[in-house]
């Protein structure tokens, strides 16, 4: 086990018009964010007062234009590493994740987009692999294919990807600038080792054309909910990306997860378990709630009882739409579904009625990703609790909208965070390595022959 101090991992998703489906439909949302330099550069340099680890950048590599229901926020997409170059010149410490599909990218280009952003950002640059969830074949349309590749094809080809990045990011061994310029030798060429690689679903042969990055390895984020996934990010990931159910599923998971990494030759600590967590965040509980239950209202949809009740396995039809879902079910219905209880605890009382009910789950992961409400203090208990249950090693802030949460949590989580000693009081490294207290690991060139200038 590692002997470093354990602090919260702190990182910001961005999502130009918000999370939650509806939530945009507030007077105040901002929704001209998609694309706008000047909203994405405010999120950026909050973030980074937040002295957050990093900024996080989802991929979507298709449209959803006819998707059903409201997810007005899945449209439109920025290339993430465009927006990572642009991130990186208008920041100094936040690292900068970029996430890359693994099933349509080609390493070639995604190691040399992902080394260039290393060498612009001085050591923020993060990777994140996603492999694309089955049966969503929109994408192989726009790469010419007529259907999603299965899993075992998915994780075949982010195997291969992933070894050819590493192997790509050390085509220069370091001492390979020389500027002799008596002798007239700028580079020592001597210090390149091109990959010679040939696999089932990639070949390369030849080396980067840049030095190595300056954070050696870097980092790697997974988000995967399979077996294979699980294996892949206790291999390969320094971080991995999961879902928040509650203290008890996510301890299980923490130590399911965790308890992969020594098979692979890794201590546990070296990976962070990080959830997307949305957070309504206000100057006091009260004032929370109501923003909560203002966007739930938002909610577009007729209630139906149908859908509430297919997810707790019960007929709703007879029941009043108004009924508080305390009278409407048993203490026994409670116990099975864990979620009603945090539904409850995100309202904050317990006037939560079948209709609210609706509101909730229409909300695409409030189940697998419920909502945290409360003050400044509240939020910032809640994570110190989970904190240290080892449910999670940090949370990455899904905003319901723009641009008030960021900003709320940062004004009023983080100095709590500060105050219970589990959060930093400023950047003391520059890179997203240095964040996580990861090491600069050697280059695997370096105990070779001495430099030309040695
Ligand atoms: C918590 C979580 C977050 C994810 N975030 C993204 C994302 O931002 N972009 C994306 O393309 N896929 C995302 N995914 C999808 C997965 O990365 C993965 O592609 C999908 O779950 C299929 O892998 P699996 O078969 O191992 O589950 C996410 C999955 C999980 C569980």
Redesign the pocket.
């Given at each position: 086990m590692s002997t470093r101090q354990r602090t919260v991992k702190l990182a910001y998703s961005a999502w130009p018009t918000g999370r939650h489906a509806s939530a945009w439909r507030l007077p105040e949302a901002f929704n001209g964010g998609t694309v706008d330099p000047v909203y994405l550069a405010d999120t950026v340099r909050t973030a980074e007062r937040g002295l957050f680890d990093y900024y996080f950048m989802?991929?979507?590599i298709s449209s959803t234009p006819t998707a059903v229901g409201n997810w007005h926020n899945d449209v439109f997409k920025l290339e993430g590493f465009t927006l990572a170059a642009y991130a990186a010149a208008i920041s100094r410490h936040i690292g900068l994740v970029v996430?890359v599909?693994t099933t349509y990218a080609g390493p070639y280009d995604s190691a040399r987009a992902l080394v260039s952003l290393d060498h612009l950002s001085q050591g923020r640059a993060g990777l994140?692999i996603?492999?694309?969830?089955?049966g969503v074949d929109g994408p192989a349309r726009n790469y010419g294919q007529a259907r999603h590749a299965v899993?075992e094809d998915?994780y075949g080809r982010a195997e291969e990807f992933i070894g050819i990045v590493h192997g790509l990011s050390e085509s220069w061994e370091d001492g390979y600038f020389v500027d002799d310029r008596e002798k007239g030798t700028l580079f020592d060429l001597s210090r390149s080792h091109p990959l010679e690689f040939e696999g089932k679903f990639y070949s390369v042969g030849g080396a980067l054309n840049l030095p190595r990055p300056p954070q050696g390895r870097i980092p790697i984020v997974h988000?995967?909910?399979?077996e294979?996934?699980f294996h892949y990010g206790a291999r390969h990931a320094d971080i991995r990306?999961?879902?928040f159910v509650s203290t008890e599923w996510n301890r299980d998971y923490y130590r399911r997860i965790k308890g992969l990494l020594p098979q692979y030759g890794r201590d546990p600590d070296d990976q962070f378990i990080i959830?997307?967590i949305t957070f309504y965040v206000a100057g006091t509980d009260a004032e929370a709630r109501r923003k909560f239950k203002e966007v739930q209202d938002l909610v577009v949809g007729e209630y139906a009882p149908m859908q509430v009740g297919a997810l707790l396995g019960l007929d709703l039809s007879r029941v009043p739409r108004d009924e508080r879902i305390v009278d409407a079910f048993t203490e026994e219905t409670f116990r099975q579904h864990p979620w009603l209880g945090t539904a409850l605890a995100a309202f904050g009382d317990e006037s939560v009625t079948l209709h609210d009910l609706f509101h909730y789950i229409s909300n695409r992961g409030h189940l697998n990703q419920p909502p945290v409400v409360g003050s400044g203090p509240r939020v910032a208990r809640w994570i110190a609790e989970n904190f240290e249950a080892r449910a999670f090693d940090g949370v990455k802030l899904f905003p319901a909208y723009a641009r008030t949460p960021l900003d709320a949590f940062v004004d009023l989580v983080v100095p709590e965070l500060q105050r219970l000693g589990i959060y930093r009081r400023s950047y003391d490294t520059s890179t997203l390595r240095g964040h996580l207290g990861l090491a600069v690991p050697p280059s695997p060139h370096a105990a070779r022959a001495p430099a030309l200038t040695a």
């Open positions: 989802g991929n979507a996430t599909n994140n996603v492999t694309g969830a089955d899993r998915r988000a995967g909910g399979s294979k996934s990306f999961s879902p959830p997307g």
